[in-house]
């Protein structure tokens, strides 16, 4: 952000504003770590702040400090379209393009409030009259730490917003071994850890508390895996049924897509996922080295992301989809091939 820009808004947030703060669809670690964190230091200068998230999370991030009072637009619509008509300060995190908050949008559209961006996703919209965008950033969390930083109040951060930007750093960096990681991130997190985040029980609650059913479900995701050799290519489906025969809960598929790009020579790896509420297909995808998903997703099911991580989904059905994809690889051979 540029100097001028970072006066203006200490001068802004000098004294009580009515603050939301809004992640996007389906939030992650890194969307409730940021958001959360966020809110816990605006709190320190009494500000009337609060969350509103568009749906519901995995439970794997409802320990988090403050978590309860996070608003879901879906189930408590009125209430937050109350909220969002009177703030003053709208803060949109982890996410740079409007329509990621589903049903939300129009009102946020609509919302007369100053907007604050802070995300790390390639081309971001223009709806920000402050925006700190940085595709180079490891995570929204690490940005959100670089934020507090810029206003030179690093010494607020307390154990609460150490704990929320750790979880969201860890999880959005695959626990620090995507490329994202730099060594300003390594030193970031140390800090966090000065500052009263608890790394070790962080992770044991993040990685290391899956259900019974959840372990069914990847070993049932495990036995769909496919490769495609040629291309250097692997995926993964999973059909509603799948999901309800072993009670899916939101959340239960993170992190399946990685075990298909762990494999030997892999440097492409989709998962293809039947949501039958929404009738469409969700997808997720990874890649090593320069092949980017986030131009193969916009290009080919309306989504977006990072270069090595993307999201998007399929009006068709699942064996129709997985077909598709099929037949979008041949383009993409040379590119897979010199990875």
Same mark, same amino acid.
Request: charged share 20%; with cysteine; aromatic share 10%.
């Given at each position: 952000?540029?100097?001028?820009?970072?006066?203006?808004?200490?001068?802004?947030?000098?004294?009580?504003? #009515? &603050?939301? *703060?809004?992640? =996007?669809?389906? @939030? +992650?670690?890194? $969307?409730?770590?940021?958001?959360?964190?966020?809110?816990?230091?605006?709190?320190?200068?009494?500000?009337?702040?609060?969350?509103?998230?568009?749906?519901?999370?995995?439970?794997?991030?409802?320990?988090?400090?403050?978590?309860?009072?996070?608003?879901?637009?879906?189930?408590?619509?009125?209430?937050?379209?109350?909220?969002?008509?009177?703030?003053?300060?709208?803060?949109?995190?982890?996410?740079?393009?409007?329509?990621?908050?589903?049903?939300?949008?129009?009102?946020?559209?609509?919302?007369?409030?100053? #907007? &604050?961006? *802070?995300?790390? =996703?390639?081309? @971001? +919209?223009?709806? $920000?009259?402050?925006?700190?965008?940085?595709?180079?950033?490891?995570?929204?969390?690490?940005?959100?730490?670089?934020?507090?930083?810029?206003?030179?109040?690093?010494?607020?951060?307390?154990?609460?917003?150490?704990?929320?930007?750790?979880?969201?750093?860890?999880?959005?960096?695959?626990?620090?071994?995507?490329?994202?990681?730099?060594?300003?991130?390594?030193?970031?997190?140390?800090?966090?850890?000065?500052?009263?985040?608890?790394?070790?029980?962080?992770?044991?609650?993040?990685?290391?508390?899956?259900?019974?059913?959840?372990?069914?479900?990847?070993?049932?995701?495990?036995?769909?895996?496919?490769?495609?050799?040629?291309?250097?290519?692997?995926?993964?489906?999973?059909?509603?049924?799948?999901?309800?025969?072993?009670?899916?809960?939101?959340?239960?598929?993170?992190?399946?897509?990685?075990?298909?790009?762990?494999?030997?020579?892999?440097?492409?790896?989709?998962?293809?996922?039947?949501?039958?509420?929404?009738?469409?297909?969700?997808?997720?995808?990874?890649?090593?080295?320069?092949?980017?998903?986030?131009?193969?997703?916009?290009?080919?099911?309306?989504?977006?992301?990072?270069?090595?991580?993307?999201?998007?989904?399929?009006?068709?059905?699942?064996?129709?989809?997985?077909?598709?994809?099929?037949?979008?690889?041949?383009?993409?051979?040379?590119?897979?091939?010199?990875?």
């Amino acid at each position: 952000m540029k100097k001028q820009e970072i006066s203006s808004l200490k001068t802004l947030l000098n004294s009580p504003k #009515k &603050i939301v *703060i809004v992640p =996007h669809k389906n @939030p +992650d670690g890194d $969307a409730i770590g940021s958001t959360l964190g966020l809110l816990h230091y605006l709190l320190k200068y009494n500000h009337d702040a609060c969350i509103i998230a568009p749906n519901d999370y995995p439970e794997f991030l409802k320990w988090l400090p403050n978590e309860h009072a996070i608003l879901k637009y879906d189930t408590q619509t009125e209430a937050s379209n109350s909220i969002i008509n009177q703030a003053e300060i709208i803060f949109t995190l982890d996410f740079n393009a409007l329509n990621r908050t589903g049903e939300m949008e129009a009102i946020l559209k609509q919302s007369k409030a100053l #907007k &604050i961006m *802070i995300d790390h =996703h390639q081309q @971001p +919209d223009d709806y $920000a009259l402050y925006t700190y965008s940085d595709v180079n950033m490891s995570s929204t969390c690490e940005m959100v730490y670089n934020f507090i930083d810029f206003l030179d109040d690093v010494a607020k951060i307390d154990a609460n917003i150490a704990t929320c930007l750790y979880t969201g750093i860890m999880t959005d960096t695959g626990s620090f071994r995507f490329k994202s990681t730099t060594s300003t991130t390594h030193l970031i997190i140390a800090d966090l850890i000065t500052k009263g985040a608890q790394n070790a029980q962080i992770h044991n609650a993040i990685y290391d508390t899956n259900s019974f059913n959840r372990l069914q479900l990847l070993g049932c995701a495990l036995s769909n895996l496919k490769m495609l050799p040629e291309y250097n290519t692997a995926y993964i489906t999973l059909s509603q049924n799948e999901l309800n025969s072993f009670d899916y809960k939101k959340g239960d598929t993170e992190g399946f897509v990685n075990y298909a790009l762990s494999l030997k020579h892999i440097i492409f790896a989709a998962i293809f996922i039947e949501d039958q509420q929404q009738n469409i297909i969700k997808i997720s995808l990874r890649s090593k080295g320069e092949f980017s998903v986030n131009e193969f997703s916009r290009l080919h099911f309306s989504g977006g992301g990072h270069t090595n991580a993307a999201g998007g989904k399929s009006d068709l059905n699942l064996s129709e989809t997985i077909e598709k994809f099929i037949s979008i690889l041949p383009s993409y051979k040379t590119a897979l091939n010199n990875e």
